[in-house]
């Protein structure tokens, strides 16, 4: 069966780092376009990051020039790597798996980003 795990989140201070990962099994990773996703308390779940099987990257410009979307096909692992972490990154985490049709069809469990000082 389809799972994604996703690790890497913790308490970093305001312009610090971080990497997500997302562990992908149980379908032909390299084929489908994967995507990050967050969600703040109080707020709806939002677009970060995504990449399709070729390789090519959107980042929704609040992120653009701070977080990299990348994927590992042999490690069947998708990477969100952060910088200059701000408060308002806040939220938990999302990696979500993308079909031909252009929906998210699978999600892993999230985890938490916690920028404050």
């Known amino acids: 069966q389809v799972q994604l795990v996703e690790s890497g989140g913790g308490l970093v201070q305001p312009g610090g780092s971080l990497r997500l990962s997302c562990a992908a099994s149980?379908?032909?990773?390299?084929?489908?376009?994967m995507s990050w996703y967050r969600q703040a308390p109080g707020k709806e779940r939002e677009l970060v990051a995504r990449?399709?099987?070729?390789?090519?990257?959107y980042h929704t410009d609040s992120v653009l020039g701070r977080f990299t979307i990348s994927r590992d096909n042999a490690k069947n692992t998708l990477y969100l790597q952060m910088n200059s972490l701000k408060p308002e990154d806040t939220a938990l985490y999302y990696c979500?798996?993308?079909?031909?049709?252009?929906?998210?069809?699978?999600w892993g469990q999230g985890t938490q980003v916690t920028v404050s000082s």
């Open positions: 979500a798996r993308r079909t031909l049709l252009g929906e998210e069809d699978y």
């Open positions: 149980g379908f032909t990773f390299s084929s489908y376009a």
């Open positions: 990449i399709n099987s070729g390789g090519r990257t």
